[in-house]
């Protein structure tokens, strides 16, 4: 199926709910989760030294160092895994990707907070690929500026297999998050393919 653009102003924001088979989907959760050394990062928020949310992973190129949140990334090297998903991921989208951030939500207390991936080493028009595994999160949108983007925010249900790319002007105008939920909710692993500019 391919990726189906949503009607979004100042944002190219496309959604494939279909990327990978259920059984691939399936497996590949359990291999990532069996495989990958998860961390538990500390990050500065309002002030404040917390712990991350989640578990996080960065793997990539040698090359593609990334820092976010007061956090210093240095890749870990690609596993067979990565690699062939990568490669579809780089097909689905005529992209080329240099590294990944893979983040397990092992709950629905686990989470991610609004922010735009707009770090200066991802450049001003950065390609973000998100492949989700695992239990449906809802994904949410929002404007930076209202008056600028005059749009409601934008709830979106990201079951496993499925494959959102936002690219173009998204990170400049938009906002994202994964928000905590009541439900009880198994784990949900997310990987975002990006290609970090040298430095």
Excluded: C
């Excluded at 959102?164 to 009541?182: C, E, I, S, Y």
């Amino acid at each position: 199926m391919p990726l189906l653009p949503l009607a979004l102003p100042d944002a190219e924001v496309l959604l494939d709910p279909h990327f990978l088979p259920p059984d691939t989907a399936d497996a590949l959760l359990i291999e990532l989760t069996r495989t990958i050394a998860w961390r538990q990062e500390p990050i500065r928020l309002f002030g404040k030294e917390v712990l991350q949310p989640r578990l996080t992973a960065w793997h990539g190129d040698a090359t593609a160092h990334y820092q976010y949140s007061g956090l210093a990334l240095a890749p870990q090297p690609w596993t067979p895994a990565l690699l062939e998903l990568r490669k579809q991921v780089e097909a689905a989208t005529a992209t080329q990707f240099n590294s990944v951030l893979l983040n397990l939500y092992r709950a629905g207390q686990d989470s991610m907070g609004w922010h735009a991936d707009d770090e200066p080493e991802l450049g001003p028009a950065p390609v973000i690929a998100s492949v989700s595994l695992g239990e449906t999160r809802r994904f949410r949108l929002k404007p930076r500026d209202p008056q600028r983007t005059p749009h409601a925010p934008v709830a979106l249900d990201l079951a496993s297999g499925s494959l959102l790319v936002m690219r173009g002007a998204t990170q400049q105008h938009w906002l994202h998050a994964v928000p905590k939920t009541a439900r009880p909710v198994g784990p949900r692993l997310n990987l975002t393919f990006r290609a970090v500019l040298p430095r």
